[in-house]
């Protein structure tokens, strides 16, 4: 699914996950040349807790 997406995607990857391998985000990146990935370091599956500054700049970068 990830390969036929046809518009710029951001997938936002957690280095210290509890759920999802932030390996995946690379991977989106291998099969996808509209996708982007940023791996959060020090982060644990609820980035938006951990690290909401880190999540907004990377969303406010992709966006522009």
Known sequence: ???RVSVP???LA???SQLWPCEHAA???SVNASASAVTLEDCGHAMC???PGAVSAAMV???R
């Open 1 to 3: 699914m990830v390969a």
């Open 9 to 11: 995607s951001l997938f």
């Open 14 to 16: 957690a280095r210290d």
């Open 27 to 29: 991977w989106a990146t």
């Open 49 to 51: 807790v951990d690290q």
């Open 61 to 63: 970068e992709f966006l």
